[in-house]
């Protein structure tokens, strides 16, 4: 059954620029991507994870109290690719150099998984746990795009 309308979407992968380390943005729901650019900056809000601090060491707050802080910071730099798909057939791709120099943390989206049972050393009780695997947030990111990559990374 089709009502006629096209079906579109917009999926986008990210990648390291400098093939190392991890720290690339994650998008867990696809569906709820707001993406805007004007071929020179962007931002793309999206439900999901990027493991980097906002700035660069030092960090006064750590003074007070232990904060866990991730070796990554920004701005850092990624390969991003846009493709704009209608009726499942991609009908745009873009690619893209970008420079991510900020983020928004709006809300925690985590997942937290109801009585699971971990079978590890240090914890062989047996007890059912309530455990988030993934920490999440609705988060947008900023970015300027520093140049044009061919189609088709």
């Known amino acids: 059954m089709s009502s006629g309308t ?9 990648f390291r620029a400098d093939n190392g380390g991890h720290a690339n943005p994650y998008i867990c729901d696809k569906d709820t991507i707001e993406y805007t650019c ?10 999901g994870y990027y ?9 006064p707050e750590d ?11 920004l701005p850092k730099k990624h390969m991003m690719y846009v493709y704009h798909i ?8 873009h690619g893209y150099l970008i420079e991510i120099y900020k983020r928004v943390t709006h809300k925690c989206t985590d997942r937290i ?3 699971v049972c971990i079978d590890d050393d240090d914890d062989d009780d047996g ?27």
């Open 38 to 47: 004007d071929g020179k900056t962007g931002s793309l809000t999206f439900d």
């Open 51 to 59: 493991y980097v601090e906002d700035h660069a060491p030092p960090y």
């Open 86 to 93: 209608e009726n499942d057939v991609c009908k745009e791709e």
């Open 113 to 115: 998984s109801e009585n």
């Open 6 to 14: 096209p079906l579109t979407r917009i999926d986008i992968e990210i």
């Open 127 to 153: 007890e059912l746990m309530n455990v988030c695997f993934f920490p999440t947030n609705l988060q947008t990111i900023y970015f300027n795009i520093l140049e044009t990559l061919p189609a088709g990374k």
């Open 63 to 73: 003074a007070t109290h232990y904060v866990s802080r991730y070796s990554d910071y």
